[in-house]
């Protein structure tokens, strides 16, 4: 070590061993930087502030309370049991239908978003899994059932059978009174019309939550 520290003095191995790294990027390119980039964070704060301003934050314990909730990133899973079966309800908030904004809408209106989603029911015989979405508001649908869910298709699982392998049939086409059993079936497993209002909520208060906390994210993140 002591002949290291002679040749760092002096001699031909100083430049060569004992050298101080220079930095390729300066402070003040550094700092530049970083102004450059306070529009942006100012424009965060400025979106956390109007999507908080006079909110409550949402309480999602409140809703579906029958049901124990699992959360994972962006997808949701609700879960009972009855009787023997046990159902699941998922849905993803990257899988959501946007809604347009009303033409006789004034001013600026947070977007709106319709959660798609499936239902499963299982048994030891099998699962039954509906594929559920909410109609748009531009249908021409009566106003009573502008909130309740709507079935877009059905399949049954076998035991051990793979998901994707199994047959699913388009809803709508099955028979008048098939469809209805079908619905009154779900309605006594409580997946009626004031499970469909709630799930509405529901999604909407995650929806909120979670875009609230990547504004966050982003602003801490620069």
């Known amino acids: 070590m002591n002949v290291l520290r002679s040749l760092c003095r002096t001699g031909a191995l100083a430049k060569k061993f004992c050298q101080t790294p220079v930095l390729k990027t300066s402070l003040p390119a550094i700092q530049t930087r970083f102004l450059s980039d306070f529009p942006l964070v100012s424009a965060l704060e400025n979106e956390i502030s109007h999507e908080s301003e006079g909110k409550e934050v949402p309480d999602l314990v409140s809703f579906l309370t029958e049901y124990r909730k699992h959360i994972k990133g962006t997808n949701v899973v609700l879960q009972k049991e009855f009787g ?11 899988n959501q239908q946007e809604l347009p904004p009303s033409d006789d809408s004034t001013g600026e209106t947070p977007p709106q978003y ?36 709507v079935i877009d298709e059905v399949k049954y699982v076998k035991p051990g059978q793979d998901v994707d392998t199994a047959y699913n049939t388009d809803f709508g086409n099955l028979d008048t ?4 059993e079908f619905e009154q079936y779900l309605d006594r497993r409580g997946l009626d019309q004031h499970f469909s209002s709630e799930l509405l909520q529901a999604a909407d208060a995650f929806e909120q939550k979670y875009y609230i906390d990547f504004l966050k994210d982003v602003r801490d993140f620069l």
């Open 84 to 94: 023997n079966e046990t159902i699941k309800v998922t849905f993803d908030l990257n």
């Open 114 to 149: 319709l959660p798609n989603f499936s239902i499963e029911i299982a048994k030891p015989q099998g699962t039954l899994m509906f594929n559920c979405y909410f109609p748009n508001p531009e249908e021409e649908l009566p106003e009573s059932i502008m909130d309740q869910y």
């Open 177 to 180: 009174v098939l469809i209805a």
